[in-house]
Each structure stands twice: as structure tokens, then as C-alpha cells.
T-cell receptor, first 115, second 115 residues
Framework: AQKVTQAQTEISVVEKEDVTLDCVYE???????LFWYKQPPSGELVFLIR??????QNEISGRYSWNFQKSTSSFNFTITASQVVDSAVYFC????????????FGKGTKLSVKP | EAGVAQSPRYKIIEKRQSVAFWCNPI?????LYWYQQILGQGPKLLIQ????????DSQLPKDRFSAERLKGVDSTLKIQPAKLEDSAVYLC?????????????FGEGSWLTVV
């Protein structure tokens, strides 16, 4: 069965610190997709990144970077030089059944960035 | 480009009453999803539509939940009769070109409180 574990329930950092959000997944599918979403207090899920199971290249987008390691079934997310606007709940998700829209979400990590 | 629209944003009802939520996906998106997000948890898929057909409703509690997408565009999710445990945010999402190859966009959600 598919499963996504985000062991960190809440993280609090001071602005400009770097922070890494952990994500560990379980799946028997050979082809799957991994996602990170940001959920601000307004409730909307904001797409951050999608990774397919055949692409283990790390990715950097501005202050955001992602580290995908199939050997450890992990897809970690790092925010460099955090800002107050980064405060939100972050969800890691895994696709199943061959559909990118059928997602299993982790329980989320609440990130608080203090000025 | 307009995002996924949902209404109402907030609803409070008594248990055993009924409620309906409406979703208008991004124009041209063939695939539409309804997710349920209980406080403190990640979203859980309830149902997936491809145009006006149901692709996956395995996690929809069919004794009280129903959903339709009659013309393959907007969709309605209904709960009747509501239970206290149905208190959650109901998120609608959509993507184009079937269920692969495109980003899934979420709406801001409809927040339901059952008292």
C-alpha cells in the first residue's frame, strides 16, 4: 500500500535560517510521481514541484530545492534563507494507480518563520 | 487564467442536514477531483471524474456522499445526511489532458462545520 510520512509535525525557525522538510514514501508502483504543495492559511493548495520516479536529479528553484533519493524513498524539501511569507503547512504527496491526480498526502509539516 | 472556483467558502449545518458544494474547474480541464481534508491531516481523494464519467470513487462514502459532473464541466458534491465527522475542508482540483502530464490545481476549498 502507498504511504507518505512527514515525521516533522511543526518546525519553527527564525527568518534567514535554512530549513529542511522531510518526506518518506512507500509504494509498490514502479512508476509514480511525488509532489510538494504549500497550504497557506487561506486553505488553497499551491503546487510547488512534481517529480517522476525516473528522474532523480535534484532541482533548485530560487530559494527552494528538492532532494529525491529512491534508495531511501525520500523526497526532502529545503528552503534557503527562509522568510516570514514561507510560513504555511507543507504537504508531500505520492501518486498512485498510474494517475497523477490520485494522490496520497502526508499529514503535513507546519512551518513557522519568525522575524 | 482563472483558477478552480468553489462555493460556498464556508458552511455551518446541523447533523442530519444536507449540504452541497459546487466546483468550476479551470477551463478546458477534463479531469476533476474532490478531496476531503480533515483538520490536521492531509487531503484524501473522494472521487475523480474524467469529463462526465467517474474514474475512481472507491473512497467516497456512498451511503451519504454523492457527486456529479453532468456536462463534464462543473461539479457538485452533496452530503446527506451530514455527520459530525464530515466537518472538513472539501477541496476541488482539476488538470488537463487526462490524468497525466499536467499539474493538478486546487481551489481554495469549501469549509464545512457540522454541529
Amino acid at each position: 500500500a502507498q504511504k507518505v510520512t512527514q515525521a516533522q509535525t511543526e518546525i519553527s525557525v527564525v527568518e534567514k535560517e535554512d530549513v529542511t522538510l522531510d518526506c518518506v514514501y512507500e509504494t509498490r508502483d514502479t512508476t509514480y510521481y511525488l509532489f510538494w504543495y504549500k497550504q497557506p492559511p487561506s486553505g488553497e493548495l499551491v503546487f510547488l514541484i512534481r517529480r517522476n520516479s525516473f528522474d532523480e536529479q535534484n532541482e533548485i528553484s530560487g530559494r527552494y530545492s528538492w532532494n529525491f533519493q529512491k534508495s531511501t524513498s525520500s523526497f526532502n524539501f529545503t528552503i534557503t534563507a527562509s522568510q516570514v511569507v514561507d510560513s504555511a503547512v507543507y504537504f508531500c504527496a505520492l501518486s498512485y494507480g498510474g494517475s497523477q491526480g490520485n494522490l496520497i498526502f502526508g499529514k503535513g509539516t507546519k512551518l513557522s518563520v519568525k522575524p | 487564467e482563472a483558477g478552480v472556483a468553489q462555493s460556498p467558502r464556508y458552511k455551518i449545518i446541523e447533523k442530519r442536514q444536507s449540504v452541497a458544494f459546487w466546483c468550476n474547474p479551470i477551463s478546458g480541464h477534463a479531469t476533476l477531483y474532490w478531496y476531503q481534508q480533515i483538520l490536521g491531516q492531509g487531503p484524501k481523494l473522494l472521487i475523480q471524474f474524467q469529463n462526465n464519467g467517474v474514474v475512481d470513487d472507491s473512497q467516497l462514502p456512498k451511503d451519504r456522499f454523492s457527486a456529479e459532473r453532468l456536462k463534464g464541466v462543473d461539479s457538485t458534491l452533496k452530503i446527506q445526511p451530514a455527520k459530525l465527522e464530515d466537518s472538513a475542508v472539501y477541496l476541488c482540483a482539476s488538470n488537463g489532458h487526462g490524468s497525466s502530464g499536467n499539474t493538478i490545481y486546487f481551489g481554495e476549498g469549501s469549509w464545512l462545520t457540522v454541529v
